[in-house]
């Protein structure tokens, strides 16, 4: 199995460089040797480092076995916007191994084992982290291999069972309505058990920030990304333009 893991890693590798070579090219913040794999996002360096790999999102299994197979006890340099540790003391960052010109991140999304995370500000590097994992999507690579991966808005029921997780929901907006200082995406008639995508007041700037109004998405298909709560119905809530992708063929 880890042949096979690590064949499919570098045939991935391969596809993936001419796409995914520019994006994510921030200030250098040091390099290390990797002594650990602690999960499916996050590396030990022998100095003792523990780096969380930025700009992904773990599926519903914790599995390792696709990072472990790129990183472990190799040589790789850390790039990123900010090297604050969190409250953690973990290091979020981007990493590539030594030598190469390709995220660890781009590397996993297009295996299909992990998801990429509206969280990035940069818009060159959330484009190439969603382009690769459109490219496992399509060539139905890793999780993508199997039907369940994106949720239909219209199954509530399926989607509440994914609490607490990140997901990918998809489907046709029926309405956007205002409700005090929050706006609803609404994709049933049923508001109150129906799945809908919640935005505040305060956030809609940063939303908005790509140029596609609120009210421009009703009655058109979208793909929402983010952690699922129950308000009793299903509920993703959006901070920024990121998690909203509105899809081909409107």
């Known amino acids: 199995m880890r042949r096979l893991v690590a064949a499919v890693s570098i045939s991935v590798l391969m596809t993936a460089t001419p796409a995914h070579a520019a994006a994510c090219a921030f200030a250098e913040q040091g390099d290390g040797h990797v002594a650990e794999v602690i999960d499916a996002r996050?590396?030990?360096?022998?100095?003792?480092?523990?780096?969380?790999?930025?700009?992904?999102?773990l599926?519903?299994?914790?599995?390792?076995?696709?990072?472990?197979?790129?990183?472990?006890?190799?040589?790789?340099?850390?790039?990123?916007?900010d090297d604050t540790p969190d409250r953690f003391g973990r290091q979020t960052t981007f990493v590539y191994l030594a030598g190469s010109d390709i995220t660890l991140q781009a590397q996993l999304?297009?295996?299909?084992?992990?998801?990429?995370?509206?969280?990035?500000?940069?818009?060159?590097?959330?484009?190439a982290l969603l382009a690769a994992e459109a490219e496992a999507r399509t060539a139905?690579?890793?999780?993508?291999?199997?039907?369940n991966v994106i949720k239909n808005a219209e199954s509530a029921a399926d989607i509440l069972a994914g609490i607490g997780r990140f997901m990918l929901v998809e489907g046709r907006v029926l309405s956007v309505r205002q409700a005090g200082a929050m706006t609803y995406l609404n994709f049933g008639r049923n508001w109150t058990r129906d799945f809908a995508a919640t935005i505040s007041r305060r956030m809609i700037p940063g939303v908005e920030s790509s140029g596609l109004t609120l009210k421009?998405?009703?009655?058109r298909r979208i793909r929402v990304r983010g952690w699922v709560e129950a308000h009793p119905g299903p509920?993703?809530?959006?901070?920024?333009?990121?998690?909203?992708?509105?899809?081909?063929?409107?």
């Not at 999304?109 to 484009?127: E, F, H, I, M, T």
């Not at 421009?216 to 009655?219: G, K, P, Q, Y």
């Not at 509920?235 to 409107?250: C, D, F, K, T």
Request: hydrophobic content about 45%; proline content about 2%.
């Open 235 to 250: 509920r993703i809530e959006v901070v920024r333009a990121g998690q909203i992708e509105v899809l081909s063929g409107n």
């Open 216 to 219: 421009s998405l009703e009655n």
């Open 109 to 127: 999304l297009a295996q299909g084992a992990v998801l990429a995370s509206p969280d990035v500000a940069d818009k060159d590097c959330a484009a």
């Open 59 to 81: 599926i519903a299994a914790d599995d390792k076995s696709a990072l472990a197979a790129l990183a472990k006890d190799k040589d790789v340099s850390l790039r990123g916007p």
């Open 42 to 57: 996050s590396l030990r360096l022998t100095d003792g480092r523990e780096i969380r790999l930025a700009g992904i999102e």
């Open 140 to 147: 139905k690579r890793g999780t993508w291999a199997t039907s």
